[in-house]
């Protein structure tokens, strides 16, 4: 992060509708007055609102961005110019396809399951809403999921990343999540899921597919 902090030009994430005005002026982002004081090549300041930080910072707020998509974009323009974007960026869309993949999988364990359908009406939704959102279900199994992964070539360094699994010191990583509902959260253009809402279904039966209520 501090390769990219030291070698992306701050004005070089300003959006042509936000072009430079004067040779340290540009747009401010959040309030829109044009008096914002780039002290560096790499900082910028508000005079009005006191707004300030990185060009990560006005990339995520001028992109309406993620601090993380913000890393992965500046890496992919920057590639070769910035130590270790090439490894950055590769493992951030490694971990982005991880994100897709569970969420596919979490989903077809909900329709398979009647129980965890059940939960889902219990709360005052209906089952089409859960096809339109692609609720998910995740059982109550560690290798269910870290095996489907796999079979999916899913790395397991990309689950780690995604915060899917949990590295054990010996053997296979074990599932992050169990016996829950999960509410995928996409990106802002609806296409990639990149993170997780989650119910959890208390139980006291251990089958990997059946919560016993909900709450």
Request: glycine fraction near 4%; proline fraction near 4%; charged fraction near 20%.
């Amino acid at each position: 992060l501090r390769e990219i902090d030291q070698h992306v030009p701050i004005r070089s994430v300003v959006t042509s509708s936000q072009q430079e005005t004067a040779d340290a002026i540009i747009p401010c982002p959040h309030c829109h007055a044009a008096s914002m004081l780039t002290s560096d090549q790499s900082r910028y300041r508000c005079a009005t609102c006191n707004s300030g930080g990185g060009v990560l910072d006005l990339l995520a707020t001028v992109q309406r961005l993620t601090r993380e998509e913000a890393v992965a974009m500046l890496c992919t323009r920057y590639t070769g110019k910035v130590q270790g974007a090439d490894e950055w960026r590769d493992r951030w869309l490694a971990a982005q396809l991880a994100h897709d993949a569970a969420r596919q999988w979490y989903h077809e364990q909900f329709t398979a399951s009647t129980e965890a359908q059940a939960c889902w009406e219990a709360q005052g939704y209906d089952i089409a809403l859960a096809e339109q959102e692609s609720i998910g279900f995740v059982p109550a199994s560690d290798s269910a999921f870290v095996q489907a992964m796999w079979d999916a070539r899913i790395s397991t360094r990309a689950l780690i990343d995604a915060g899917l699994v949990v590295a054990e010191p010996k053997g296979r990583p074990r599932a992050a999540f169990q016996n829950q509902l999960m509410l995928p959260i996409t990106d802002a253009d609806d296409v990639h899921c990149v993170a997780f809402g989650m119910l959890h279904l208390p139980s006291t039966d251990q089958r990997d597919d059946a919560p016993s209520e909900c709450s």
